[in-house]
């Protein structure tokens, strides 16, 4: 479930992110009647099993069965469900067609959800570890090594999410960011999912990889997320 919007006096809209038909709308009929067959098993961040009917405009949800509620992990821990909220709002956007299959995006939905349910990692890392794969996954992935325009072999010093990642000195664009060193190994390790590398990084760079991740997804997705104001860094 990505999201719900009210339909009616009792009917619900709900965006799906699925496992072989990518992002569908679906109508759950009676939804927000307290006497509802669905409770609260449509609500965002939870992963069900459903069967829809073909409707005359959207489907129509007919049984949905609960697989991990993640919602119930999520709902009582404010940074946590911050940071899923940027996911779903990721996965959303980065699959712009509705039914056009995206199993990659699912699976790496999925796992996400279910890292930042856990509770094992600090969300900040687990959401900057997820939005770098969603994009990668997209097309967009970033270049932490060798440089994003010329390809000259790295390290480099300067980062512009306009340019896709890294830049030498003679590629180098005006207003890019000139991160430290260790930042841009944190940033590779994110993408790799090379958590030892992460866990033992320092706070600052930590944060300053958030802020260049956030830049490098409001670049892409041509706005930044109104969610991502609520994610502390
Ligand atoms: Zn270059």
Redesign the pocket.
């Known amino acids: 479930m990505l999201r719900t919007h009210k339909l009616g006096e009792a009917d619900r809209i709900i965006t799906l992110l699925t496992r072989s038909n990518g992002r569908v709308r679906a109508v759950a009929k009676g939804v927000r009647r307290t006497t509802s067959k669905f409770g609260s098993r449509l609500e965002p961040f939870t992963h069900v099993d459903l069967q829809l009917a073909e409707g005359r405009n959207l489907d129509i949800i007919t049984q949905a069965e609960t697989k991990s509620p993640f919602s119930a992990a999520l709902g009582f821990d404010y940074e946590r469900y911050t940071a899923g909220t940027v996911m779903l709002e990721t996965a959303e956007r980065l699959v712009s067609e509705e039914k056009q299959p995206s199993l990659q995006q699912f699976l790496l939905l999925v796992g996400g959800l279910r890292a930042m349910a856990s509770g094992e990692r600090c969300p900040g890392q687990v959401l900057d570890s997820y939005l770098l794969r969603s994009l990668a996954v997209a097309g967009y992935a970033p270049t932490f090594d060798g440089?994003a325009?010329?390809?000259?072999e790295g390290p480099h010093r300067w980062f512009n999410p306009s340019m896709g990642g890294m830049?030498?000195s003679?590629?180098r664009l005006p207003g890019s960011a000139n991160p430290a060193p260790e930042t841009i190994g944190v940033l590779g390790a994110l993408l790799a999912g090379d958590w030892p590398v992460v866990e033992i990084a320092e706070p600052r760079h930590l944060k300053e990889a958030g802020g260049l991740v956030a830049a490098f997804l409001a670049w892409h997705l041509e706005r930044s997320l109104r969610s991502m104001e609520h994610v502390e860094r």
């Open positions: 440089c325009h010329c390809g000259r830049l030498c003679t590629c």
